[in-house]
């Protein structure tokens, strides 16, 4: 039986995790050194400084929250989902470029457990892995019983 794969293996893939927790930590370096500055002395630059941080640091926690509720889901799938097999219906690239490689998704089809057939796209992978896979392969989907359209494409996934 395959093990749930760690928070860390699974968060170091969720872009929106890293992103957000960088955008966190560059706004909170703006307020913290726009406040010291402005212990020093009062210019209107410093406080306009410390609302660019904040703003950063704002949309920072957001997008980190987005990446972490994902990450989140994913172990609950990992942990709790029905287990089932998807179809591949198609392998894209997508517009998202992290480190300057174009990821890619699987587009796949699978059957909930009232026999209805529920398309999903799988999170964004590295082109070698996606390459893995040609229309018509099967692999692992995990879904919540409750809402199908809440689901994890896990690939060869051994049953």
């Known amino acids: 039986m395959n093990r ?8 170091v893939r969720q ?13 909170i370096g703006f307020v913290v050194g726009a406040l ?12 306009v400084m410390a609302a660019v941080g904040a703003a950063f640091g704002g ?6 929250m987005k990446g972490l509720r994902r990450v989140l889901a994913m172990q ?14 198609a392998v894209e690239q997508s517009n998202m470029v992290i480190n300057n490689v174009r ?15 529920q398309e999903a796209k799988s999170e964004y992978m590295p082109p070698d892995e996606a390459q ?11 879904y919540d019983q409750r809402d199908p359209s809440i689901n994890l494409w896990t690939g060869r996934e051994a049953f």
């Open 4 to 11: 749930e794969p760690s928070f860390f293996r699974l968060g």
């Open 15 to 27: 872009f929106w995790l890293l992103f957000g927790a960088v955008w966190a930590l560059v706004g």
């Open 36 to 47: 010291a500055a402005l212990r020093e002395k009062q210019e209107p630059g410093l406080w």
């Open 59 to 64: 949309t920072g926690v957001f997008l980190f």
């Open 76 to 89: 609950r799938l990992y942990r709790e989902g029905i287990r089932v097999e998807g179809t591949v219906t």
């Open 103 to 117: 990821q890619w998704v699987v587009r796949f089809t699978f059957h909930d457990f009232t026999g209805r057939v």
């Open 132 to 142: 893995e896979w040609k229309p018509g392969d099967t692999g692992t989907v995990r």
